[in-house]
Structures are given as C-alpha cells and as structure tokens.
C-alpha cells in the first residue's frame, strides 16, 4: 500500500539636476547612482545565491537520528491548529517549497513555522507566519503522485540567521547518479504505528536511480518528475508527516535540494525507496510563480559511471542509443539568470567536488556600464578606469 509522505524592492533614485551644479557634483550623482546600482545588484544575488544552502551550525524518519540544533535552517513545520502534518524548505525570505498532497483538501488554521528544531515548548529562534497563498502544480495527479509540488507564499518575509535560511534548489540540468549521497529531514514518524518524534530527524540515504526505482515499484510508476532514494535492505526512509520536507546533497559546501518527500511502499521496506518529487523538473515553474527574489538554483552534475543504466527488469524499456549529457535540459528552460553552476564526481557512496562559478545577467551589467559611460567626462580618468574594470571583470 502506498503512503504518501506528506523585496519591496529598494528602489534607488537616481537625481538628475542642474542650474547651479558643477560638473563636480554632477559626476558625483553619477557615480553614487552607479555605486546604488551595484548594490541593489549585490543585495539581490547575496539574499539567494550567496546565502541558500549554508547552514553556520551544520558541520548532517526511520532508522535517522536527532538533528542538531540549526543543522537544516530551511526546514519548516506545516501546522494546522497547532498540530504538525506536513514539512517544507524555505527557498527564499517569503516562499516555501513543499508538496502538492498536502494541501488536497481545504486547511483551516494554517502556520508555517520557522527555526525550530523541537516541536514541543517554547523557542527563542523560532518563528512563525501565516500563508497569503498556496499554490499546487496545476497537473498534480494524485491518482499517480505526479508533480507532487506546491508553493506557499508566507504573509510577510522572514528574517535569515543562524537557526532560518533558505536551501539552494536543484537547477534543470542537474543530474542525480545512483548512490549519490542525500539527507532527509522531518518530524514525522519513525516507523509505521510509531509516533512522530518531537525532535527534527535527518536521516542519509543513497539516490536509486530511476530505472531501478521503476523495477521496485512497478514499471510506468515511477516517472521523470521523481527521484528515488533509500537502502535496498531498507531500514532508512521518510515515513507519514515528512511529506513535503526535503530531500538534499551537498556539493561544493552547499545544500541542494534535490527532492521534495511525495510517497512511499510503507516506510523503509527493503527494496522500496522513498519517492520524491525531482525539483530540477520545475525550475521553470518555480520561477514563473515568484516574480520577484527568485530563489537560488544550482546545478548539481554528476560524472563518472551511473550504474543505473545498466539495470533491467520485464517491462522496462532499453536505454536509448543516445543518451543526452542531460535528461531534464531539453525539457526545462532555464529563466534565472543567476544560476550557479557547480560540478562533482561521483562514485556509488562518495562525492569529489571541483570548482564554483558564478554567472550574472549581462543586462544589469549592460545598464551600468551606460551610465559609468555617460560620466567619463565628469569624473577623474583613475575612477573612471577602475570602475570599468569592475563591470567588465567582476560583473
């Protein structure tokens, strides 16, 4: 039997005067709006990028351990008249990731609540909004758990720190080899008939690729929009009241969410992973639904021999020919013009990492570099070529 697992944005005005003013003053109106435009340029790309998937206290469900305080800040507690049913990730200062099951039927008293790491007492780094919006895929199926993804708006922004900051998310060419290492967290029952802990659990379990996942459950079951991950033996799993919460690998220093816990054959049954919902399929979709803020996407890439293509079962069709660098690429078009690209090797139970890069949108930098232009007859020549070099290099 399946289970499912359930900015006003500163402006910055920019004066333009005259009558009265110097060349002087007039270059240094310039020069400081050009300054504000890097700053709003950097307060937007550190408030994702630069912050998701670094939690300062982290130096790590069923068969799991008790979390460390602050070792996944992003993690939340869904509650409904105070009682936890489902987790969730916050994915940037005003929107949480989690699953479209959850919110099937009308949840009256909804509380997201934030920095908590018990569920039971009183918290002095916790916090807690109500939700303005929720927001299911328009084709979650939940005769099939497809695209068992959902998006909460929170009635106003959070503050990061220590104990609440959001996770990167997996971009639309990552890619995810069998035996990747991953980590689960929630709050939900250690096993079935077992009670939720009150303490947040974590719990690491390998990645099983999708073929070998598709053998297990029933072949067709398994789709695109889903990534699988657990022992063979069993005895590691998300389990009733982690649905919604995340699944993430690190790479390069940094957490990325690879999952979002959807369901599951009972909970750590050998040869039946947990079933999550692939968030490198929704890129699109999560950027089309946040205007504004867009969290941090990255991508998380494999290399070396993904033993999942070698696995057959009745029913399961053979691997093409050809197979693309990447599965999710030609169906995911990338709309974040700040996403970080990362790659790691992998083998069966490791990860090596190399190293980080990071891509800005050249139209912001195409704006400034208009303005610094405009100002080269008003500031000295030293200034002016230092701060071209910034554009140019830095940007």
């Not at 005769?143 to 220590?162: A, G, K, R």
Request: with cysteine.
């Amino acid at each position: 039997m399946q289970t499912e697992r359930r900015r006003r944005e500163e402006g910055y005005l920019c004066l333009s005067r005259s009558g009265g003013m110097d060349l002087t003053a007039m270059a240094f109106y310039k020069v400081m709006c050009l300054a504000a435009g890097l700053m709003l340029l950097t307060q937007e790309s550190e408030s994702q990028l630069d912050v998701c998937g670094q939690p300062k206290l982290n130096t790590r469900i069923v068969g799991g351990q008790v979390a460390p305080v602050g070792s996944w800040p992003w993690q939340v507690s869904l509650q409904t008249s105070g009682f936890h049913f489902c987790g969730g990730s916050l994915i940037n200062s005003q929107w949480v990731l989690t699953a479209a099951h959850c919110f099937q039927t009308t949840v009256n008293g909804l509380t997201v609540n934030l920095g908590r790491q018990s569920l039971e007492g009183s918290n002095p780094n916790a916090v807690s909004r109500t939700v303005t919006k929720i927001i299911n895929h328009p084709n979650y199926n939940s005769v099939t758990n497809n695209n068992d993804i959902c998006l909460l708006q929170l009635s106003s922004p959070v503050n990061f720190t220590s104990y609440i900051s959001p996770v990167c998310l997996a971009a639309s060419d990552s890619t995810f080899y069998s035996g990747v290492n991953s980590w689960v967290t929630g709050w939900g029952t250690i096993g079935i008939s077992l009670p939720s802990p009150q303490n947040l659990m974590e719990v690491e379990v390998p990645v099983v690729g999708n073929r070998k996942c598709n053998c297990n459950y029933g072949v067709g079951e398994i789709t695109d929009n889903m990534i699988c991950a657990g022992l063979s033996a069993g005895g590691k799993d998300s389990c009733q009241g982690d649905s919604g919460g995340p699944m993430v690998s690190k790479q390069n220093g940094r957490w990325i969410q690879a999952g979002v816990v959807s369901f599951g054959n009972g909970c750590a049954r050998p040869n039946f992973p947990g079933v999550y919902a692939r968030v490198s399929q929704y890129q699109t979709w999560i950027n089309s639904q946040i205007s504004s803020n867009q969290p941090g996407f990255m991508t998380f890439t494999s290399t070396g021999t993904n033993s999942d293509l070698s696995v057959t079962c009745t029913g399961l069709p053979p691997v093409p020919t050809t197979t693309p660098t990447t599965t999710t690429s030609k169906r995911m078009l990338s709309t974040n013009p700040k996403t970080i690209t990362s790659v790691a090797t992998t083998t069966d139970t490791n990860t090596k990492t190399t190293n980080l890069t990071t891509t800005t949108t050249p139209k912001i930098r195409n704006v400034l570099i208009t303005i610094l232009f405009d100002s080269n007859q008003l500031i000295p020549s030293c200034v002016y070529f230092s701060l071209q070099v910034y554009l140019t290099v830095i940007l």
